[in-house]
DNA sequence: CTAATTTAGTAAAACGTTTTACTAAATTCC
DNA sequence: GGAATTTAGTAAAACGTTTTACTAAATTAG
């Protein structure tokens, strides 16, 4: 049943001129190419008549651009990688690319396995959330010319573009919210890894928490133990025997995580222990208590990132100067950090 | 700086066999057209040597396929589409096929622009959340011989492939639910659509209410007033002027909505009223209330979109019987939903 | 020992574009 | 009025595969 659309060759057909000439009228270069007025009138017509567009495998394989990007994220069911999609895909659809999303788990050998899989030509660029371990594979892609935008972390020892935000004067803002606020025992949980992204954000608590002279209480829990026996455990563990006041989550996962045990061995704790959380959500609004979180600049990231991709492409194989952007989160206030005396006003 | 990747063309001559020879071996028909043991051996491991991939887009040009499909969904933000979407993008992967994202926002003029730009045949096939008036452009596409499969969806006159929750069967459990749980004014709150998984949700309602003899208390909200002041104004009224003592929402978003609202005017509402939505979500879990949700099969509804997918592409042109699946729904069951004498004992 | 068959490949066309290099006719220049 | 230039195009190569149709050499059949 398929039936065969139309090329270019059946125009020239058709019409009774040559491909090239149709080639040079659809993209533009008549008049340049000294095509007269009536045989552009004649193309433009018949192809507006039997709707013709061209194949863009095609132009892919002659131009070596096949206008699409990757965006690889952690989890793209995650509702901060889901959102900063949303914001790219209307990006690139304006400019006629599209994104093609995939997820690494944060795993080094699922990312390998993805770039393998895209690099081979397919793709005009890649933003990419980069696990762990994939620095070598990074500098691959950029080696051979392939435009890399790294977000959200980046590798101190490679040069590459990126846009991040200032995770340590965010977790440092955070906790110092909650000392103003007469918290005295704030936990830091957070994941167990090297990435910057959360280094930096444990370093902002150490410096908030050292400059008050407070005790630093951290539990770093290994990615894999999280909705494990494992991590439920940890986390009970410090909630219950540390005599702490607040917890400082450094990623939305860990808190929704925390919140499902707390809400099992004690609903109060909710109420009782100061929060922030990593991240915003709409949820965080709507919960009881509504939680304070630092609230990443999710469009604005998306924008940079989108306007680093665009100024490679554009540059085409000159090599542009390195863009690092780094933007600042926000603190979003709400009635987790208050302290419980004050919290149940409202 | 763009260093050119191999071809079959490099290994020819640096191996000097044919072209043809090469891609025998590559697609595996070495044995079957004959080639030695030695010059598969010889291939094999130079191209193993070289690391070389084929060109996908040459490849696409002379096979007509891409392996790539496209996920079009409302809006690839919403929790509901980005789980679907995880699990799709797993399956596809699998398979060797990459996944296309794209939001609609449940605008026809947008559903049209998309499909447009995808059905230029780099697109092996199409997964598709519809928005209401793209009935045409449906038809259209599977006329042409492109993969449709609709999901959450579908067009009552026009026979496609689909995979659908028994929509009824769950809005009417749900309400059935609020009725044994003593709560006697209960008001449906959903989307102006004609669209059937809405009307269909809005009929199990309806049902639920009249076998139980009790009044109808509905408000349908047009899409483009929600998170407006028109929207605002409407949920306003409802909640506060029909001393309604219960509410179901037709689906998560105008929940979240609702929720902010309520926040405002009376957070002590969200205790006092019972509450269903439809599609679950992590977050509601955790709220204080926990809400109770109609939970769609998300992995199982993702693995029958791709399985009539691949049907579909395997079986090539040949005509398949239509595959129209409609799943179960699961009430997930917490304390939202319960009398407010009982809702603060956990 | 010749004809038929099998083995082990190869040449070339095709997919649908873009682009470089060419040309024949018309026009301009001096 | 002939050379130079401009106009209005076109032919053909190239992108990197897959696949059909072919072939020369080796083997088998009778």
Do not use: W
Not at 205 to 233: C, H, M, R, W
């Amino acid at each position: 049943m398929k039936q065969k659309r139309p090329s270019i060759k059946d125009i020239a057909k058709a019409l009774n001129v040559s491909i090239t000439t149709i080639s040079f009228v659809l993209n533009g270069k008549g008049e340049e190419r000294k095509i007269s007025k009536e045989v552009i009138k004649k193309i433009e017509d018949y192809v507006e008549e039997i709707n013709y567009t061209p194949n863009q495998v095609a132009q892919s394989l002659r131009t070596g651009e096949s206008k699409i990007l990757v965006f690889m994220v952690e989890d793209i069911s995650n509702s901060f990688f889901a959102n900063i999609a949303r914001a790219i895909e209307d990006i690139a659809y304006k400019k006629g690319y599209k994104v093609l999303f995939c997820s690494n788990e944060n795993n080094d050998k699922r990312s390998r396995e993805l770039i393998r899989v895209f690099s081979e030509r397919l793709v005009d660029g890649f933003i990419i959330i980069p696990s762990a371990g994939i620095r070598k594979e990074i500098e691959k892609l950029i080696k051979i010319g392939i435009p890399v935008v790294l977000g959200d972390r980046y590798f101190e020892d490679l040069p590459t573009h990126y846009v991040v935000i200032d995770n340590f004067q965010a977790a440092k803002a955070a906790t110092q919210h909650l000392i103003n606020n007469d918290f005295e025992k704030i936990a830091f949980i957070t994941i167990e890894t090297p990435q910057n992204q959360m280094t930096d954000r444990f370093k902002g608590y150490s410096q908030a928490i050292d400059d008050a002279g407070l005790e630093s209480i951290v539990l770093k829990l290994p990615f894999e133990t999280i909705n494990k026996k494992e991590g439920i455990t940890s986390i009970k563990t410090l909630l219950l025997k540390n005599n702490i006041d607040a917890v400082f989550f450094s990623t939305n996962y860990l808190t929704q995580f925390a919140f499902e045990i707390i809400k099992k061995i004690n609903p109060d704790l909710v109420y009782n222990l100061g929060i922030i959380t990593f991240d915003d959500n709409e949820f965080f609004k709507i919960n009881n208590p509504s939680i304070t979180a630092v609230a990443q600049p999710i469009e604005q990231i998306a924008k940079e990132l989108m306007d680093i991709m665009f100024k490679i492409l554009k540059s085409k194989d000159k090599n542009i100067p390195l863009i690092q952007k780094t933007l600042e989160a926000s603190l979003q206030i709400r009635d987790s950090s208050k302290k419980l005396s004050t919290k149940n006003e409202a």
